[in-house]
């Protein structure tokens, strides 16, 4: 079947055309540097700029792709169907109340946008002010950055990308109006702060490398060449960011790269004055800052608080000599994120892979934890607009239970369920199981896997299994729930997550054993879950596919090149496989501030060898590879579009059986993929497609 439809559509094949640089008396050739358009700036904010050479290439790989999953069409539109099936088409948000208003997003039927919305708060009709379906026509992509009301509620900052770059613009609405001002602020990260007059908002500027270094404030009814600049940050490895403090009184900028970080606060009742650095940066050392009154709170590794600890400092003079222990650093619980309301102090916590909501008592000192039942699950806390209030808003799902909104009084400790997630077309958790194995990987360390199939599921190694990981960056994989999950566990398929190293899924040392050289214990990792899995009965070899993406694709990579006998398939969206030449090329807009996680191989011969030892482009070998679909953006800033189209030219040329490989670009669409909420699922669809062909259940009649 594979080698008919190969015949049918020709399996393109790059030109070889070497390039050959040297590095720390290191030589590396690379025959398909040239997919790297030298205008790639350019091409970033007009895809149509692309060389032809290029373009023409990219196409044919689009073209074999489609040859190649061409008999699987019929399926893909039955699992979308599926998944919308799945969707409430007129879903919205909880309200959040914020002075007399409440504020909320929802969707119309049909919609592919969101509409942001307002009605009283104690009720009644609501008002849409932003209509994401209307704002989008005429645009091939459309993707909001963000809005945020005025503190008078007349007005809205909003912002949206039409390209998939990640450049945002920003305009400004009247709320009751709903007609923009003249206000355009370009080339923007898409989030603003109000001052509290409403006369001006703080914004981030992005530079022509994609880089969040600058902070501006912009006057309403001025132009943005007349913008004041605020702040700029010099670092080029460092980002910088805004949000409001947690009792809205300070603007925060925040910077920092992923081992170190900065803040300073602005008072936006004075705007003009300067911004005030809470304390300056230490290599190593992370804070952030919440505040209430004439304190601030502080959530930070000092002093060598591996899994963070929280301390308060007086605002007048919050350097670090006058931080002290609020809540002392504890091993093995991880301080995820901290929030301050008026009377009480929220923290989440992850211990054991699993987190919890804690709420402190800040007049007594006392402590409660909210307390849950299932073997793994996800929990979030959602925020609010106000600061004077014992409502605290927060989520749960786990991979059987569809999300959950509670609002939770802190003094009352009662709970009220506002919200459980809707599946119009059926959903009975106790048809499913959720549970959680350990895998013991090469170093004796535990990994944990969540897993989810149906409850007549039976464990004799026979059934089909996706495993997904990513590990990096300390980010964390919850075990939440996702609809779209369900096409493949109700077609068969267990369904699993790798924890593995390099995230904080126990702990940021767990992250720390898996960053710059212990990098490959992710890699490892995810093989020994494969593995655990294979033996504890859930699967066998060749029935496994693997799925991740961005940073989660380096290591279907990595995996693919180390352990790839174990996949019947791999499937990597927009993946980083290029990664030495990525780190050594200082002018990609995230190439700096990665060095603190991979390493720098331009001034270190040991990060050079360390990234070349198993950066998956560099490492593909003459070998036997699984069936893999590479999936990239042709307007992604972040992992750039050559990067998976130099993997699978390079795959295509070296392997010696396998296969096949596909790729994948999708020509008007970034790092996210398709922006509607419906268009995305067409991409989904094409992965769940891929994984069913790929163990041979696209051609039984199974699906």
Known sequence: MTETLQKQTPVPVAPRRPHSFSRHGITITDDYAWLKDPNWQEVLHDPAVLDPDIRKYLEAENAFTEGLLGHTAALQK????????????????????????AYFRKFREGGQHELFARMPRDGGEATIALDGDELAKGHDYFKFGGSRHSPDHRLVAWSADTKGSEYFSIRVRDWEGKKDHDDLVEETDGGVVWSADCKSFFYVKLDDNHRPMQVWRHRLATLQSDDILVYEEKDPGWFTHLHESTSGRFCVIAGGD???SEQRIIDLENPDAPPRLIAPRETGVQYAIADRGEELFILTNADNAIDFKIVTAPLRSPERKNWRDLIPYRPGIYVIDHDLYSGYMVRLERANALPSIVIRDLRTGEEHAIAFDEAAYSLDTLGSYEFETTNLRFSYSSMTTPLEVYDYDMAKRTRTLRKRQEIPSGHNPSDYVTTRIMAKSHDGAEVPVSLLHRRDFTRDGKAPLLLYGYGSYGVAMPASFNANRLSLVDRGFTYAIAHVRGGTDKGWGWYLDGKRDKKTNTFDDFAACARALIDAGYTSEKRLVAHGGSAGGMLMGAVANRAGELFGGIVAEVPFVDVLNTMLDDSLPLTPPEWPEWGNPIQSEKDFRTILSYSPYDNVAAKSYP??????????????????AKWIAR?????????????????????????????????????????????????????
């Open 627 to 644: 069936a893999i679909l590479a999936m990239g953006g042709l307007a992604d800033p972040r992992v750039t579009y050559w990067e998976p």
């Open 78 to 101: 039955k699992l979308v169907a599926e998944m919308r099936g799945r969707i409430k088409e007129d879903d919205s948000s909880v309200p959040s109340p914020d002075g007399p208003f």
């Open 258 to 260: 992923h081992e170190t």
């Open 651 to 703: 795959l295509r040329a070296t392997m010696t059986g396998g296969g096949p490989v596909a790729l994948r670009t999708n020509m008007g669409a970034g790092h996210g993929g398709a922006s509607g909420r419906f268009d995305r699922l067409d991409e989904v669809a094409i992965v769940y497609a891929f994984a069913l062909w790929a163990v041979g259940m696209a051609e039984r009649g199974e699906v």
